[in-house]
């Protein structure tokens, strides 16, 4: 059973602060399997086109997401690991962001190390938000994700 009383307080939380500031920072993973299937578009009637994918080793990102869109990001081979965590946040997202900028992560482990709430609080001085547990619906990287795709299959059938 969830519990409602973390996800109230963690959206009482958000709701104080301004949209502007908040940067959600998440992974993502692709695998050959999940290219096996037969994805595809079309327009309502017409014969779908189907999208080919480069088959191979398996694949994660690491982005960041802010009220007007995905600011950084990378790509690694393999499976995001403290150490690239780390140098995403360090390397490639400090340089573009502001002192009262607000991150927002998930559960992920490899947020939630000693080493990590270092680096965390070094480039998020004002505060840095975790989502509640099993609360991915709360994460606007989830729907900006979701929403980009959405917008990508409706322009191509434009």
Not at 5 to 15: D, G, I, K, L
Not at 29 to 44: C, D, I, V
Not at 104 to 117: G, R
Not at 136 to 148: E, G, I, Q, V
Request: charged residues 20%; glycine residues 6%.
């Amino acid at each position: 059973m969830i519990l409602k009383r973390p996800r109230m307080t963690f959206m009482n939380n958000m709701s104080l602060l301004d949209p502007a500031i908040i940067i959600d920072i998440d992974e993502s993973n692709a695998s050959p399997e999940q290219f096996h299937s037969k994805f595809g578009w079309s327009s309502r009637g017409k014969k779908a086109i189907r999208l080919h994918f480069q088959v191979g080793s398996k694949h994660y990102s690491i982005a960041a997401y802010a009220m007007f869109g995905f600011i950084a990001w990378e790509i690694f081979e393999g499976t995001v690991t403290q150490k690239e965590f780390q140098h995403f946040i360090t390397v490639t997202l400090a340089p573009l962001i502001t002192g009262d900028s607000v991150g927002l992560f998930d559960n992920a482990s490899i947020h939630k190390t000693v080493e990590s709430f270092g680096v965390l609080d070094r480039t998020f001085p004002e505060a840095f938000l975790f989502c509640p547990a099993y609360s991915c619906d709360l994460n606007p990287l989830r729907w900006a994700s979701t929403t980009s795709k959405r917008g990508r299959i409706i322009m191509k059938m434009i």
